[in-house]
């Protein structure tokens, strides 16, 4: 009746869920049984009989709203628990980046390889989706590790599971996006790191996301002509500014996240850093959200934050785990942020003084 549980936070909300179902029996039983047996024991015998009038009882009245308080607190928890859980992205993740389109799943790993409507992953290791949408809503669902989230066109969305189990699982569309929107699917397939590192190896990954920001930023978009440093800057410098925050013209702040760098690309006007002159032309239809994706990889790894990665042929999980450890804090984006939250105005929120010391260190420029 159910599908697998495969992920490490699949039973809870299993849990979850068969409590609602208890809840919702020990509840609903007693109350079809009183019907029955009060409408069988006091059915009308005399017609116009006048009952017995009754003043209350604090005993019962107490008992019947502490009872359910405490259940539907317990309810609201559990609720809050497991959503806190998925919806928190991990700092380690292995980062995967997807791109909805009608009607397939555009994949891509941080170490290049790309893939459509699969998605191969390691069993024991947290991976975190960045999605966006080319068209329409579409919606990213994994039953067999009880998460889905909506991908949403004009924003990222975010999603994190960490598979225990090696397997195939369905992957479905879980929005309705339009004609095909039943075909919309696919499969994860969970793998031990060996066979993993192995079917990695075994795929030519090309570019990485990084590197082919690198390439627009550099070449094809041209955005180095204004945005790199020397005389001829005349846009604000990248080098450092992923997690903190930008100072704007007006005197308002910005955290800058992807949806930050994203905008800024798309409607370079909406947010001028302070100190610099609306004269960046938008790229709205000139860039793919893949594009997007890679010059958002490219601009956080401009400040040392390198897309987290695994595998790559060493095979032995112990060197992985060694080699995913130094990954572990340059991938580490909310740490940053949250470090610069609550300091807006502090002076390290100008975005033309990079490093300003809170910054992981591990940058591969
Ligand atoms: Cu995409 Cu339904």
Redesign the pocket.
């Known amino acids: 009746m159910f599908p697998d549980q495969a992920s490490t936070f699949a039973w809870h909300v299993d849990a979850l869920y068969f409590y609602l179902i208890l809840v919702s029996v020990v509840f609903s039983i007693p109350i079809v049984a009183a019907i029955v047996f009060f409408g069988l024991r006091y059915r009308e015998k005399e017609k116009y009989a006048t009952p017995e009038e009754m003043h209350g009882s604090i005993m019962l009245e107490t008992t019947w709203s502490i009872i359910p308080f405490i259940v539907s607190m317990t309810i609201f928890l559990g609720g809050a628990i497991v959503y806190y859980n998925q919806f928190r992205m991990p700092d380690d993740g292995m980062d995967v980046y997807v791109v909805?389109k009608?009607?397939m799943w555009k994949i891509q790993h941080a170490t290049g390889q790309r893939e459509i409507n699969e998605l191969h992953v390691p069993v024991g290791r947290r991976v975190k989706l960045t999605m966006t949408?080319e068209d329409?809503?579409?919606?990213f669902f994994v039953p067999a590790f009880r998460t889905k989230m909506d991908?949403v066109p004009g924003r990222y969305t975010y999603l994190w599971f960490e598979a225990t189990k090696p397997g195939k699982y369905h992957l479905?569309?879980?929005?309705?996006?339009?004609l095909?929107?039943?075909g919309?699917g696919g499969y994860i397939y969970v793998m031990e790191q060996r066979d993993f590192d192995n079917w990695l190896s075994g795929n030519v990954s090309g570019q990485t996301p990084v590197e082919q920001g690198k390439d627009l930023f550099e070449n094809k978009l041209g955005c180095a002509s204004c945005h790199a440093g020397g005389p001829q800057q005349r846009g604000a410098k990248l080098e450092g500014i992923y997690g903190h925050e930008v100072k704007l013209v007006g005197g308002q702040t910005v955290l800058a996240d992807d949806a930050y760098i994203r905008e800024s690309i798309l409607n370079p006007s909406a947010q001028i850093v302070e100190g610099f002159q609306p004269i960046m032309p938008t790229f709205k239809g000139q860039v793919t959200e893949e594009q997007l994706v890679s010059l958002v990889a490219y601009i956080k790894s401009l400040s040392g934050i390198t897309a987290a990665t695994t595998g790559g042929g060493t095979g032995s999980t112990a060197a992985n785990s060694a080699a995913s450890g130094n990954t572990i804090d340059s991938a580490n984006t909310m740490a940053p942020r949250k470090a610069e939250r609550g300091r807006t105005g502090q002076e390290g929120s100008n975005p033309n003084t990079p490093g300003t010391g809170t910054e992981p260190t591990n940058s591969n420029r």
């Open positions: 909805g009608q009607w949408t329409v809503l579409h919606d991908v479905f569309c879980a929005e309705y996006c339009g095909n929107h039943s919309m």
